[in-house]
């Protein structure tokens, strides 16, 4: 059975324009990030419930279970096609792990794309794989949890996958589970060209008021 967010509806349904947070400032436009949540690390300070099940969430998708999978695009889809108008195609692009797999990411976004189907029928939605990485590099969770720096730009090893790719009313996302820095987002985009973002959990950047 299909789960529901336990998160409360507001953010999906009766606030949408909280979804987007600040851009991470790449380039001469900044970078659109659609979140859901805002994630808070249990290292700053107790955490409420609501703010515990997201961080559950967050590293569900990692693996990802289904069930994460449901409830983030259960509270994703509504953000995502209120982002765009309604003729403008939207293409779904799996973020790579530090190893260089999109089987996490990919599942988050055909789950997605799914979601968006079975509640706007009309909405056309893709997925399609972009960016890889020429080799591993080490995770960038791992390096803060020893209190090194995250990875910055070719550190991340991002390449450009795809061919060539339609620009008339399309609009290309990528997607993953959280965002901390944005620095991942910042080197899809860059490898790519173009391109926002879509995750779970903000946890650099708070929501933008209405």
Request: glycine share 8%.
């Amino acid at each position: 059975m299909k789960r529901a967010s336990s998160l409360g509806p507001w953010k999906a349904q009766e606030q949408p324009s909280r979804a987007l947070s600040a851009g991470t400032g790449f380039g001469p436009a900044q970078q659109r990030i659609i979140t859901a949540h805002k994630y808070v690390s249990p290292r700053s300070r107790p955490l409420t419930p609501e703010e515990v099940e997201v961080r559950r969430v967050a590293y569900a998708l990692k693996v990802p279970t289904a069930e994460a999978c449901q409830i983030a695009a259960h509270d994703l889809a509504p953000l995502v096609d209120a982002a765009e108008a309604p003729a403008t195609v939207i293409v779904l692009m799996p973020v790579p792990s530090s190893t260089g797999s999109v089987d996490a990411n990919r599942q988050l976004a055909n789950e997605l794309a799914a979601e968006i189907h079975r509640r706007y029928q009309a909405r056309r939605v893709q997925v399609r794989i972009t960016v890889g990485r020429m080799h591993p590099v080490e995770s960038s969770c791992v390096r803060r949890r020893r209190g090194d720096r995250g990875l910055h730009g070719d550190e991340h090893a991002m390449i450009r996958v795809a061919g060539p790719l339609t620009a008339t009313d399309t609009a290309y996302y990528f997607i993953d589970n959280m965002a901390t820095t944005g620095g991942t987002l910042d080197a899809c985009r860059a490898a790519l060209g173009f391109g926002d973002g879509i995750v779970w959990a903000d946890e650099a950047r708070t929501l933008l008021p209405e």
